[in-house]
């Protein structure tokens, strides 16, 4: 859990660096797109191949080969600077989808090997997913304001090194009574030829809620820096506002009992939920606004986040976790891709009026698709 969180803390590092960037020297919103376009089908490779990889070897030495392969990356972008843009945009999409290919290796043998309680897994995982996503940016921000694009990749580097010594370090060895209880617990729920209905759900929901993020987060840097009165750090306080509300959400999630409650109903809510708060955030074109939404949204992610991660846990058996994590991520990134392809093809449109009825559709369409999918068994409330 500890190396995870050093290398997602490195991976945020380079995520801000990249991008920002790219618009720094294009001024192009098209060229942004492009850049988080690459870097999510490139990632979505990347994913399948760790995901197949990871359930027939050892995940562990799969996750000590990879964080040292994202090292020699993020060292490569330091002689490569801003003397060759084209370049640096080509290997920063790399590093950025490095990461993806072993996340499925990881998340599998964490729930591998703490199947007794799914859900305090999950809330655990995604907070320090949270909080690594919230302070990597931040401190690549700080790094490159105090000592440039040299001082920010180094630290990243480093990032990536003490992920490998606290990974390296000799691992305890279970008893026999632990190992029983994993064996027997890796036997839930054998679905043959089929994908059990909570895995389907949350593919979807996925998929869909990774596609209206995507186009907030892309249009929301040019809307800001347009929007009167809004400071120059405006983008950065509405994250920090999603940041900080996800953390929240996630902590009432962890708490709730949540046996009783049908996924289904719980990603139908979110749904309709996440794209009214997309209307909301440009409902009055204030920056204090559109932060406070995010921070709404961030809350409301927190029941969806935690329970659909722990029933999807509690049906998929251990040789098949890391290729279901692998496809989960391939399919919020391809969510996230056809987001970046529309903004794309949309071009110069009014972005507070594209986010209206994009949010508007969104709450609309997506309970609809996830009504008509089958209903999870009453057993799967358990997970």
Not at 35 to 51: H, I, N, Q
Not at 54 to 81: C, E, H, N, Q, T
Not at 152 to 180: C, H, M, Y
């Amino acid at each position: 859990m500890g190396a995870f969180l050093i290398s997602e803390l490195g991976d945020g590092i380079t995520a801000v660096v990249v991008p920002l960037g790219v618009y720094a020297i294009s001024d192009s919103v098209v060229a942004l797109a492009s850049t988080f376009l690459g870097r999510m089908l490139v990632g979505s490779l990347f994913a399948a191949s760790g995901g197949a990889v990871a359930d027939f070897m050892d995940r562990r030495r799969l996750l000590l080969a990879s964080y040292v392969i994202r090292a020699v990356l993020v060292a490569a972008l330091i002689p490569l600077s801003e003397t060759h843009p084209v370049v640096f945009a080509v290997v920063g999409i790399l590093v950025g989808a490095a990461g993806s290919f072993d996340n499925p290796a990881a998340e599998s043998a964490l729930r591998a090997t703490y199947r007794h309680d799914l859900q305090a897994l999950a809330t655990a995982r995604k907070t320090s997913k949270t909080v690594s996503q919230m302070v990597g940016p931040a401190v690549g921000g700080l790094l490159f304001g105090l000592g440039g694009l040299t001082l920010a990749l180094s630290i990243n580097v480093l990032t990536f090194v003490i992920a490998v010594v606290l990974l390296g370090a000799k691992r305890p060895v279970l008893s026999q009574d632990e190992v029983v209880g994993i064996e027997a617990a890796s036997k839930i729920a054998s679905y043959t030829g089929r994908l059990p209905p909570v895995v389907l759900m949350a593919f979807l929901s996925a998929a869909g809620a990774s596609f209206l993020v995507g186009v907030a987060t892309v249009l929301a840097i040019p809307y800001l820096a347009e929007l009167p009165g809004a400071p120059d750090g405006a983008y950065g306080f509405a994250l920090a506002a999603y940041s900080v509300g996800a953390l929240t959400g996630l902590w009432l999630a962890g708490l709730g009992r949540w046996e009783k409650v049908r996924l289904k109903s719980i990603l139908i809510f979110s749904a309709a939920a996440f794209g009214a708060i997309t209307m909301l955030s440009v409902s009055i074109p204030r920056w204090e606004i559109f932060a406070a939404a995010w921070f709404i949204w961030g809350i409301a992610f927190g029941p969806e986040d935690v329970v659909s991660d722990s029933r999807v846990a509690s049906v998929v058996t251990d040789q098949w976790l890391a290729r279901v994590y692998a496809a989960w991520s391939i399919l919020g990134k391809l969510g996230a891709a056809g987001a970046y392809v529309l903004v794309i093809a949309l071009g110069d449109l009014d972005i507070q009026s594209g986010l209206l009825t994009i949010g508007l559709l969104y709450a609309v369409l997506t309970p609809i698709l996830l009504a008509l999918l089958p209903r999870e068994s009453s057993g799967s409330g358990s997970g």
